[in-house]
């Protein structure tokens, strides 16, 4: 019987940090609810109504870059664009914004 238990821990134990955790629906998973950093890369377009259902909304652009602020977090996103994806997202001050 201890071998069972024995073999049955040494087959399970590795598996217990296979869980992924993906964090709630609508959210990155990299970072807090406010971080958009797990966008880099995605389509523009695509991606633009995710950004917008975690509460920000575009403040202003400037050629490709363009600026986003979230009222309720006080975060604030720079999210360059190039070939039409997301090729850089950087976190700001609010007062980037």
């Keep these: 019987m201890k071998k069972i ?3 049955a821990t040494v087959i399970a134990l590795p598996l217990a940090g296979c869980v992924e955790d993906t964090g709630s629906a609508g959210t990155p998973a990299v970072g807090s609810s406010s971080d958009l ?3 880099e890369g ?3 377009g695509q991606a633009e ?7 920000y909304e575009l403040i202003r652009s400037e050629g490709l870059t363009s600026y986003w602020f979230n009222r309720s977090t006080g ?6 664009t190039s070939d039409g994806r997301y090729s850089s997202i950087n976190m700001l001050p609010a007062g980037d914004c």
């Design 5 to 7: 238990i024995f073999a």
């Design 37 to 39: 950093s797990a966008f």
């Design 42 to 44: 995605a389509k523009a």
């Design 49 to 55: 109504m995710g950004i917008q259902n975690l509460g």
């Design 75 to 80: 975060a604030c996103a720079e999210i360059t």
